[in-house]
């Protein structure tokens, strides 16, 4: 079983700067390929990042690209966001999530996921 906690969320203003954090007990996380999702209100949720296992290959939604950074130290069994110039269409629930084999996907079929942290992102 693997435990995830994120942190880091917060409210900004556009085209300010988060770091995102996920932390992992129960099992080290260098055997998961992670993945960043969020959900806006009223909205599906959405992949935004992922990172292979090894912090080889990274993946990222368009929208996202050149703005936000995956990484992940293995060492501490977190994963990272780097939200640089947020935008208001990024307000979300941000979660982190594993997926066993250390693949990584875009879609929900991850094994564990933590509860998410807000990021509010104001005009």
């Known amino acids: 079983q693997v435990h995830l906690v994120e942190s880091g969320g917060g409210l900004v203003q556009a085209g300010d700067s988060l770091r995102l954090s996920c932390t992992a007990s129960?099992?080290?996380?260098?055997?998961?390929?992670m993945g960043w999702f969020r959900q806006a209100p009223g909205k599906e949720r959405q992949f935004v990042a992922g990172?292979?296992?090894?912090?080889?290959?990274?993946y990222y939604t368009d929208s996202v690209k050149g703005r936000f950074t995956i990484s992940r130290d293995n060492t501490k069994n977190t994963v990272f966001l780097q939200m640089n110039s947020l935008k208001p269409e990024d307000t979300a629930l941000y979660s982190c999530a594993a997926k066993s084999l250390g693949l990584v996907t875009t879609t929900s079929d991850y094994n564990y996921w933590g509860q998410g942290t807000q990021v509010t992102v104001s005009s």
């Open positions: 990172i292979s296992r090894g912090g080889i290959s990274t």
């Open positions: 129960g099992r080290a996380l260098s055997g998961y390929g």
